[in-house]
């Protein structure tokens, strides 16, 4: 007998947003340009831009990518910032793989920010304030690898849309592998602000995010699980997603819940094929959602700008 597993791909949920990304350009007189800034010698940080340009150009975006030495490019980003030519500004990381990296991520203009990484979204992220202005007319931008997760869950019907907006998924545990402030820590919040108990769970420890009982808070709290591990979190989670870098680490497939539904976002497998025995819907990979959520955040700074010079 064969489980019953579905097995979704990145790609056919990437093509359901690009729709969205399409309508949207539908109402806007131009090509919308992106420069992609190189400065980072690692290969990955390259296949990523050309993989990038390539989205673009596929899809009504104009990509532009600068190869700038390190040194040059704090400069650099201060003329596409005030360049009106550019509309979105991506800058491909490790460059320094120090603290000057987050330095240069605060310098790219709020306006421009694409990969919603600037202090402000970040803030609004953790915070749950949705929009940038009291008439809530022009929403924040949110990270893209967490807001692909969020729209594959979207796209799964874990989120339940009966639900208000911004409670659609109270009722759901979700335990998120990685707490790293690039990924698993905004993604948990993220969640939890949208209603989930979530288990964060990282090298260290468990942390649980939530609204508290009955979603009575505003935005999600955050309370240490002391001596928790994944023997306490899955077999109470309807999701699991992780994100653990490196070829070794594998999710305990005994303790999955039957039917939890399983997504994987490290560049390396993280649930053996076994997985497909316990799981009702396993989600292998999802990068290639992530340069449409690029591309979905690009066309909302631009609508966003458009909303400004309307004001
Ligand atoms: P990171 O190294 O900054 O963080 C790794 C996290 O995993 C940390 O929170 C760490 O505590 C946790 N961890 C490590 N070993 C663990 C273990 N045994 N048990 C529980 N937790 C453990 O990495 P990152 O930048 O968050 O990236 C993680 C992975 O996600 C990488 O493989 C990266 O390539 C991938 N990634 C994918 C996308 C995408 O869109 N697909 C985007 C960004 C990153």
């Known amino acids: 007998d064969k489980p019953n597993c579905k097995v979704v791909l990145a790609n056919n949920i990437a093509k359901s947003l690009l729709e969205e990304v399409h309508e ?73 793989g120090s603290r000057q990296d987050q330095y240069l991520q605060q310098i790219v203009s709020l306006s421009k920010d694409v990969e919603g990484l600037s202090h402000r979204y970040i803030f609004n992220m953790y915070q749950n304030i949705r929009f940038l202005d009291p008439h809530n007319t022009k ?14 869950l979207e ?27 690039v990924v698993g820590r905004p993604l948990a919040a993220l969640l939890a602000n949208d209603g989930a108990r979530v288990y964060s769970v990282d090298v260290n420890d468990v942390q649980e995010f939530t609204r508290g009982e009955g979603l009575r808070k505003r935005r999600h709290e955050v309370v240490e699980k002391p001596g928790w591990t994944l023997e306490n979190c899955l077999p109470l989670s309807d999701v699991v997603v992780s994100g653990v870098p490196g070829e070794q ?8 819940r039957d039917g939890a539904v399983c997504i994987n976002f490290s560049s390396e497998r993280n649930f053996k094929p ?38």
Do not use: M
């Open 274 to 311: 076994e997985v497909k025995e316990k799981a009702s819907i396993y989600v292998p990979a999802i990068g290639k959602v992530t340069i449409v959520v690029l591309l979905r955040n690009l066309l909302r700074i631009v609508q966003n700008k458009i909303e400004e010079e309307a004001e």
């Open 249 to 256: 680490y594998k999710v305990p497939v005994n303790l999955l």
């Open 155 to 181: 796209y799964l019907r874990i989120y339940n849309t009966i639900l208000p907006y911004g409670n659609r998924l109270h009722g759901r545990t979700i335990t998120v592998i990685n707490r790293s402030e």
């Open 139 to 152: 929403k924040s931008i949110l990270p893209c690898t967490p807001l692909a997760v969020i729209k594959i």
């Open 24 to 96: 949207g350009l539908k109402n806007i007189d131009r090509k919308p340009l992106l420069v992609g800034f190189l400065s980072s010698s690692d290969p990955a940080a390259r296949v990523y831009a050309e993989w990038t340009g390539k989205t673009c150009n596929e899809n009504g975006f104009t990509f532009e990518l600068r190869e700038t030495d390190r040194e040059l490019l704090e400069d650099a980003l201060l003329d596409a910032n005030t360049d009106p030519a550019v509309d979105g500004i991506i800058v491909y990381y490790p460059i320094f």
